[in-house]
């Protein structure tokens, strides 16, 4: 008897040592155990639904064991055992509760009769589970997504799922996907997640909207034609629309909506500075700005001389030059030349200036600018060429032609009564006279410049040489 109670007491010792090993306890002392022996020490065991749990028992080598299940709670698990090892596994639909088995093991070895029982309890707990969203973003935003996961069974592990990658930009680290994607549109970011090895995907699907812009501002000016401000170029995919939301558009503009530009026609003298807001109409809420001025004005001309002509010596000659009226204020300049210069629109030449060609620029405030080109000839100084006498008889006209270095027109002046003179536009002089006369004529030549000069022509005209007697006048003489 001494024996058979050594025996059973080192087997129960086996068992609770080996199995203690083999099994974790839960706590529980057996006071709320499923069954109301006392089967000793509770082992609880975590399972999830779709999990198995197998245990193969160890006892003393010298010993021939025999394990069967005593009793188990089949409500919410499945328990068998196929030689000695015991496999247990949670029913379908069952998710929660704690349900035990009692293992006997029995033995007979050196015709000592022993049983021992362990108690196992079945703790179902919740398998893998995962979630989690990401927001829609604006190109250029970054993403800090950490997946939920969680598994009764242990620790939950990520990675990207097999056969699939990351958007570009983003990296998984640490179970932590962080970055900024790169591309616009409909993104998948396809994880797993392990633990304990069961393995569960999660597909999250988030949106990259494109960024809307606005624009630096601008200014347009129209001069009676039609002008338009730059279309604001933003991706279809956020449906921009745009409005007016500071300041009035003048008269004769007008906004499109969906590109923002604003375009007309005015020739009145304005200026107006409008702000324009665009919003986004998908993804996240966007706006943008954009100022532009809108200007007008009549359309800019110059009038004015096209050349102008000075000579040595000659008072500073000038040029006028007129804007359209009506503009915004005007500015005058006129290329750098020796001699020349420019004041409101008048142009001075000194007779410093060198022959050629200036350009005449009138700029008003809004931007328009128009020229004209002023051709500046300079003269030499004016001289007279040709005889300083003229004579002829009476009732004959005489000619003599007169010549200037520089052209321009003649004029002759002096001629008493009764003589007939003049000058051609070719410097021809004639004179003529109906009685005999002596006398001074001034012949003056004027250039386009304006230079005159003079020359004094001395002039005779004396009656024809005619016999003036008849022969029967003449005295006859007899000379002995």
């Not at 609770?16 to 839960?26: C, E, K, P, T, Y």
């Not at 927001?135 to 935003?141: L, Q, Y």
């Amino acid at each position: 008897m001494k024996h058979n109670a050594m025996y059973v007491a080192i087997l129960a010792a086996a068992i609770a040592i080996l199995g203690a090993a083999a099994l974790v306890a839960d706590g529980h002392d057996g006071s709320d155990a499923a069954y109301s022996e006392d089967y000793g020490t509770v082992y609880g065991i975590d399972l999830a639904p779709g999990f198995s749990y197998s245990y193969t028992p160890s006892y003393p080598s010298d010993l021939a064991v025999t394990t069967t299940i005593e009793k188990y709670e089949s409500a919410g698990i499945s328990a068998s055992m196929s030689g000695k090892t015991l496999s247990v596994s949670v029913k379908d639909g069952v998710t929660s509760g704690s349900y035990d088995i009692i293992l006997k093991a029995s033995s007979s070895t050196g015709g000592v009769s022993q049983t021992a029982y362990q108690h196992i309890r079945i703790n179902v707990v919740s398998g893998l589970s995962v979630s989690g969203s990401i927001n829609d973003i604006i190109k250029g935003a970054s993403v800090s997504f950490t997946p939920s996961g969680s598994s009764g069974m242990g620790a939950v592990t990520w990675s990207v799922k097999s056969g699939t990658s990351l958007p570009a930009g983003l990296t998984l680290s640490g179970g932590k996907v962080t970055g900024t994607p790169t591309a616009v549109g409909t993104q998948t970011v396809s994880l797993t997640a392990t633990a304990a090895g069961e393995s569960k995907d999660l597909i999250v699907h988030f949106t990259v909207w494109s960024k809307i812009a606005g624009g630096s501002a601008q200014t347009i000016t129209s001069h009676g034609d039609t002008v338009s401000s730059a279309a604001i170029s933003n991706a279809s995919d956020i449906g921009v629309t745009w409005k007016v939301t500071k300041g009035t558009l003048p008269a004769g503009f007008s906004l499109n909506a969906s590109t923002g530009a604003i375009s007309g026609k005015s020739a009145a003298l304005q200026s107006v500075t409008v702000t324009i807001t665009g919003t986004s109409s998908h993804g996240p809420a966007q706006t943008a700005t954009k100022q532009i001025t809108v200007r007008s004005e009549p359309a800019l001309s110059l009038t004015g001389p096209s050349s102008l002509i000075t000579y040595p010596g000659a008072p500073d000659k000038t040029a006028v030059f007129a804007a359209t009226s009506g503009t915004s204020a005007v500015t005058w300049s006129v290329t750098s030349a020796t001699g020349v210069s420019i004041s409101a629109g008048t142009v001075t030449v000194t007779d410093g200036a060198s022959a050629g060609s200036v350009t005449v620029t009138a700029k008003t405030a809004y931007g328009q600018t128009a020229t004209k080109t002023l051709a500046i000839t300079k003269e030499a100084s004016a001289a007279i060429s040709g005889d300083a006498s003229l004579g002829t008889t009476v009732g004959t006209a005489a000619t003599q032609t007169y010549t200037s270095n520089v052209g321009g027109t003649w004029a002759v002046s002096g001629a008493p009564a009764g003589t007939t003179v003049s000058i051609s536009s070719a410097g021809v002089l004639s004179v003529s006279g109906s009685s005999p006369a002596i006398f001074n004529l001034t012949i003056t030549h004027t250039t386009p410049g304006g230079q005159s000069v003079t020359k004094t022509v001395s002039c005779s005209i004396v009656s024809q040489l005619v016999f003036t007697s008849l022969p029967s006048s003449g005295v006859i003489a007899y000379e002995a």
